[in-house]
């Protein structure tokens, strides 16, 4: 096999990775250790940071069948390297191992294991291997999953459970007799425990991966050096910090790590009963199961180890976990094809789209039905990390890195600190050279500016604004579990937002009914709750036609149910366990209403199109329940009246869908206006439909009836118009939002037009803007995928359209202010099937969709997580708000995610607002600005004290001299720390701002505004330093210097006989060094004043009392000790007597340098923005975002936006590319 071989896994996933074989070379790594040994191990952990070098340096390549070690490496935009060892798996001969049992025979060492009933439908192909005496699978584990090499594909592969490739007759007919003991053993040897371990690293281990952190390693290599030139104070101080530092970060990850643990313990072994072949029901630990058992769910419920599809009775479950809705859900049993009447014998199962049959790991099974003599039992088709909350967990314990270009910036310009320190390393070997300076002198000093040029403390100081924005944020009720997103959240320009419970309130009222009468509409009705509506069918639908039921004499369920049950006010009593027990069938759930209601025994002759003839006790049986399936828009029952010989089907759902299910005669001819009326208002419609069925359907035959052969030939019964109202808030948060130029973008599982109405109602999409919805089709009988295009105000007549034509809706493009381009107001609006289809056939289309794509509706969850993606790929930074439900995907996603809901669904969103209300969205950006303009401030900041004290050091190396051991000390602890945690206290501006800061550091103003600073300090520094050896008093200090002139001073006495009797190894003490170390003092003041902004990201710095504070006492004091000498203190800081006159021309130089930075500052705020958008016009720059690129191109493109009643056909032509040719017609 080619030894270069580069192979890919998990293909056209989201963890797809390039993989590389490599084996073991003993002479490399004996060079190795050699290398290490020479550089004192500082190898090894260049080897241990990069899995890369450390693979190609101790390894040769190989052929990815026989090798040692495999180099993966990710193929997103990170390209992330990871090393795993390979391992084998011994299969030593078992008796279950018989040819029989396996259709993937094992040949040295070279094929993945797949029994025949393990996912057979897609592995059939396989050929045969021959069987030998002792087996040994290869495979290696990457982030909780294992990947076995699979002969057939030439390639690893992990090994996948019933949840791919198996149709849903197979599961009946090969999976439903359960596993023998021998076929469970070999299984569980394959798939290993059935459990989500999230292991507590132990405090050492975590410990030691935090200090090999590549700048604790370069604080201790400066710590040591500081050591050796007896430094020991600063020393002592930055191990103080840094041990604060990384005690705060171990405690925070650990704490993590514990909390991921306890929300996955819980449950996580229990002890389940499964059924064996023989019929056997065997109790194991839930840690035994595996792919094919069949699972026994207890009566009085449990919480589901495994992922596994129902084959019998009925659960009702709590998947709060999941999703984040608490309203229970009911499961039933996956429909058999064999037995069905009308069946797709084909249909592969697949557990998103037969969810409503499927129990997820982790939630909780509250309680069962069943069949007397039958258990409720469920096929398990996924164990441990394969699993739903597996997958979950594992998205959290490996999360994707955050790219952000602030840290990228961060990275280049500590690069450029270390090419100026380079510089000055070079520069002290020379002088030091030429000065005749001893070796080991030399070693440290040089080595010491590179300490001095990058700072040790910059990592805990660009950590402070964060810490504090994430207190501010924890105020007013949003957590953040993911800090360094606050700063990624200053950069939102388009927000996503769920619509019901996110923009609207959560609840839906029942506005009215409007009933249909030999297919014409009756008046809108408001109260259902009538002696004349009792017994009608419509009312009978509404009781019977939806999934609540009683959890401890507590009726739940949806949402929308629960109202339209209300509002009937009728009763549901469910069958009892005993109850159930006496009878050799299910107990149907029984409504009926209240004795009040039913009208005295009058006949009902002259009642007859309303009525049943009926006794006088009224009850409905609910017989058989299709639930509620969001591709099919729909829900039905079989219900049968107390006494009548045949049953009822009711159905509701979205009204297009049930009017296209029903008699064309039953249909009023204006219901399409009649519910584009509604749904222009911004009413949820659901429409009810009702057919007797035949009296041959028995009781027996309807449990075995395929869903398509009730739900069809119906007659329309009229419809329930439901009120969604907007939030009191939403309005002016979209407002808002809109003023400081950032998108909204409205994604919803709801009704297109009522999602358009929405829309409007809240100002998403203004009166006089157009709305263009994109109507697309899949490829059919032979033609290709092609998107309709109306113009919503009028409902078209389309194949299966839910589209309507408006006259005009609105938004607004965003656009950065220096881009102020006017775009045509327009919106799309389109629902999750087009928006499918456009993102698989019209590729070249997504990126135009998505600049003034305003309405998604329909959307599935992962159809919401593909909507971010593609937002994210035109340059948008997306926020998303959502309330848990279903956002999970696309929560994770998002720059920054904001989950309303305080349920376990909420562990996947970086933030968390405690009040369910979108108010926390500009809260948080506003937020997010302050601590991105607070790491802007201190990275400035922090660059400046390098270079100042770069520069003073330099200059004073030039003279044999350097700064003292406690000069350092103080402007390191005293003025440094303290401003560095000062300055980031400045609270966010109180409102939103049309301006975005940059998002990078290398910008033109910041940079110029850095240079400017550099130039200006090292300017006076140098001036001083140079000026003081013209004065007429200086000479070369030596103990005996009296430049004071202080003989008959007292005071100075004292200090000069100090200097007499203390002699200076080091030369600290001299005129060139007080004179630096005064101005440079002042400077690192100077420099934070100017760099701490205020408006309009921050409050004023003047409001910022600490910083104020701090700043105006460490002035007073420098000012002090510089014009009224207080001996002890010079003594200490090493300071010598200067003469008066000096010190009131120091005081000048750093007034005037004062003045000098800080007009600057100003002058690079106000006029940098105007020179440089007058060089961008010159240079007519192409804007960097991709979307503001799009948009300028869209101004001067006639066919766009697409004209009314056109269509755009994809034409998929064979070209080398693979493109689309798309044609427009008219």
Request: proline share 4%; charged share 20%; aromatic share 10%.
């Amino acid at each position: 096999m080619d030894k270069e071989e580069r192979k890919t896994i998990n293909q056209g996933q989201e963890d797809e990775m390039e993989i590389y074989g490599y084996n073991l070379c003993r002479w490399k790594l004996a060079i190795v250790s050699l290398g290490v040994v020479c550089t004192g191990g500082f190898l090894l952990l260049l080897l241990y940071w990069m899995p890369e070098w450390r693979v190609k340096a101790t390894c040769i390549r190989a052929a990815i069948k026989d090798c040692e070690v495999v180099l993966l490496r990710t193929t997103d935009e990170f390209r992330m390297w990871f090393c795993a060892k390979i391992r084998l798996l011994s299969l030593e001969t078992h008796p279950f191992s018989s040819p029989k049992s396996m259709a993937n025979k094992v040949s040295n060492g070279h094929a993945v294991l797949l029994n025949e009933n393990l996912a057979e439908e897609n592995r059939h192909e396989i050929s045969k291997y021959s069987q030998t005496q002792s087996e040994q699978i290869r495979y290696f584990t990457h982030h909780s999953v294992k990947y076995f090499w699979n002969d057939t594909l030439h390639n690893f592969d992990f090994l996948r459970g019933l949840d791919e490739g198996v149709s849903c007759t197979s599961i009946y007919e090969k999976h439903s007799a359960g596993l023998t003991k021998g076929m469970h053993a070999y299984r569980k040897l394959l798939y290993g425990v059935n459990e989500i371990s999230v292991k507590v690293p132990s405090v050492f281990k975590l410990l030691i991966k935090e200090v090999l952190n590549p700048f604790y390693i370069f604080q201790l290599f400066s710590v040591i050096l500081w050591c050796t030139d007896e430094y020991y104070y600063y020393a002592l101080a930055i191990v103080i910090m840094s041990i604060v530092s990384v005690l705060s970060s171990l405690y925070s990850i650990r704490k993590q790590y514990v909390m991921l643990h306890d929300m996955v313990a819980t449950h996580s072994t229990v002890r389940v009963s499964v059924c064996r072949v023989n019929e056997e029901i065997q109790e194991i630990f839930s840690t035994d199961l595996v792919p094919g058992d069949i699972m026994v769910i207890p009566l009085n419920g449990t919480v589901m180890p495994c992922d596994a599809v129902l084959i019998n009775g009925t659960c009702i479950v709590n998947e709060s976990m999941l999703t984040g809705e608490s309203v229970p859900v009911t499961k039933t049993n996956l429909p058999n094809p064999s037995v069905d009447i009308k069946g797709m014998e084909d249909e592969l199962y697949s557990p998103e789209i037969h969810k409503r049959h499927t129990l997820f790991c982790g939630t909780a099974v509250i309680q069962t039905r069943f069949y007397t003599g039958e258990l409720v039992k469920a096929i398990v088709v996924r164990t441990g990390f394969s699993t739903s909350k597996g997958q979950l967990v594992r998205s959290i314990l490996y999360p994707k890195p955050t790219d952000f270009k602030l840290y990228r910036d961060a990275y280049l310009f500590l690069l450029c600190l270390v090419a100026v320190a380079g510089i000055g390393f070079i520069y002290t070997i020379i002088n030091s050279i030429l000065n005749e300076v001893e070796a080991g002198v030399i070693i440290i000093e040089s080595l010491d500016i590179i300490t001095i040029t990058v700072p040790p403390a910059l990592p805990a100081a660009m950590t402070a604004g964060i810490v504090y924005a994430q207190r501010r944020l924890k105020k007013i009720g949003i957590f953040c579990i993911s800090p360094q997103r606050i700063n990624i959240c200053g950069q939102l320009n388009l927000v996503c937002f769920d619509k019901t419970g996110t923009l609207t309130e959560d609840g839906l009222d029942l506005w009215g009914i409007q009933r249909v009468e030999n297919a014409c509409f009756l008046l809108p009705e408001e109260n259902v709750c009538n002696e004349m509506l009792v017994k009608s069918q419509f009312v009978a639908c509404m009781a019977t036609c939806h999934s609540l039921t009683k959890i401890e004499g507590v009726l739940s369920g949806d949402p929308l149910d629960l109202k339209m049950f209300e509002a009937i006010g009728w009763i549901l009593e469910e069958a009892t366990e005993e109850e159930t027990a006496l009878h050799n069938r299910i107990m149907p759930t029984v409504v009926r209403p209240p004795k009040q209601l039913l009208p005295e025994s009058t006949p009902a002759g002259d009642q007859e199109m309303e009525l049943f003839e009926l006794p006088a006790i009224y009850e409905i049986g609910i017989v058989r329940q299709f639930p509620f399936s969001s591709a099919l828009q729909r829900m039905s029952v079989v219900a049968r009246v107390l006494g009548d010989k045949k049953m009822d089907a009711y159905m509701k759902g979205a009204p297009e869908v049930i009017a296209s299910l029903c008699k064309p005669e039953t249909v009023p001819v204006d219901f399409e206006k009649v519910l584009e009326d509604y749904t222009k208002q911004g009413f949820r419609v659901i429409a009810l439909a009702h057919r007797k069925l035949e009296s041959k359907l028995t009781w027996h035959k309807v449990q075995n009836i395929s869903r398509d052969a009730i739900e069809n030939n119906m007659d329309f019964m009229g419809l329930i118009i439901m009120q969604n109202k907007l939030k009191q808030e939403t309005p002016a948060v979209l407002e808002d939002l809109h003023k400081a130029n950032i998108r909204t973008v409205m994604v919803t599982g709801d009704n297109m037009l009522t999602a358009v109405s929405v829309a409007r109602d809240c100002g998403m999409i203004l009166p006089q803007d157009k709305v263009i919805i994109a109507e697309a089709l899949p490829p059919k009988d032979g033609k290709v995928a092609k998107i309709n295009w109306h113009y919503a105000d009028t409902i078209t007549q389309c194949s299966n359209s839910s589209a309507i034509e408006s006259e005009a809706i609105p938004i607004k493009l965003a656009q950065d202010s220096l881009e102020d381009l006017q775009v045509t107001r327009y919106h799309f609006a389109m629902n999750g099937k087009s928006f499918s289809v456009i993102l698989e056939h019209f590729q070249d289309l997504v990126p135009k969709l998505m600049l003034h794509g305003t309405v998604f509706a329909r959307m599935a969850p992962d159809q919401k997580t593909q909507l971010v993606e593609a937002l994210q790929n035109v340059d948008y930074f997306v926020g998303m708000c959502g309330d848990g439900a279903n956002d999970c995907g696309a929560l994770k996603r998002a720059h920054g995610g904001i989950s309303l809901s305080e349920l376990e669904a909420s562990v996947a969103s970086p933030f968390t607002s405690k009040t369910p209300s979108i108010s926390c969205v500009p809260n948080l950006i506003r937020e997010g600005r302050a601590a991105l303009m607070t790491s802007f401030c201190v990275f400035k900041f922090m660059a400046l004290y390098s270079i100042i004290q770069y520069s003073s050091v330099t200059l004073l190396y030039s003279v044999l001299s350097n700064l003292g051991d406690f000069q350092f000390l103080f402007i390191d602890l005293a003025i440094i720390l303290v401003v560095v945690f000062t300055m980031s206290l400045n609270p966010a501006w109180k409102e939103l701002v049309a301006q975005r800061p940059p998002s990078g550091l290398l910008s033109g103003t910041l940079l110029f505004s850095v240079l400017s600073q550099i130039i200006i300090s090292f300017g006076f520094q140098s001036l001083g330093f140079f000026w003081v050896k013209q004065q007429p008093w200086y000479e070369v200090w030596h103990p005996h210097s009296d430049a004071c002139n202080t003989t008959g001073n007292l005071y100075w006495n004292s200090s000069h006989l100090y200097n007499q009797t203390e002699l200076d190894p080091h030369n600290i003490q001299n005129y060139e060094n007080t004179t630096v170390f005064f101005i440079s003092s002042f400077q690192y003041l100077i420099v934070a004043i100017a760099f701490s902004k205020g408006k309009p990201f921050r409050q004023p710095c003047y409001k910022n009392y600490l910083f104020v504070m701090s700043v105006i006492i460490l002035y007073v004091f420098i000012l002090f000790i510089m014009l009224y000498p207080v001996a002890s203190i010079d003594q200490v800081l090493q300071i010598v007597c200067v003469p008066y006159q000096w010190r009131i021309t120091m005081f000048i130089i750093v007034l005037i340098n004062a003045f000098v930075s800080i007009m600057v500052e100003e002058s690079v705020d106000h006029w940098g923005k105007c020179c440089l958008s007058c060089v961008l016009d010159c240079r007519k720059k192409i804007p960097k975002a991709k979307y503001m690129h799009l948009a300028q191109e869209l101004l001067v493109d006639p066919e766009w936006p697409p004209k009314p009643q056109t269509t755009t056909e994809a034409k998929a032509l064979v070209n080398e590319n693979g493109s689309c040719q798309i044609i427009t017609i008219t």
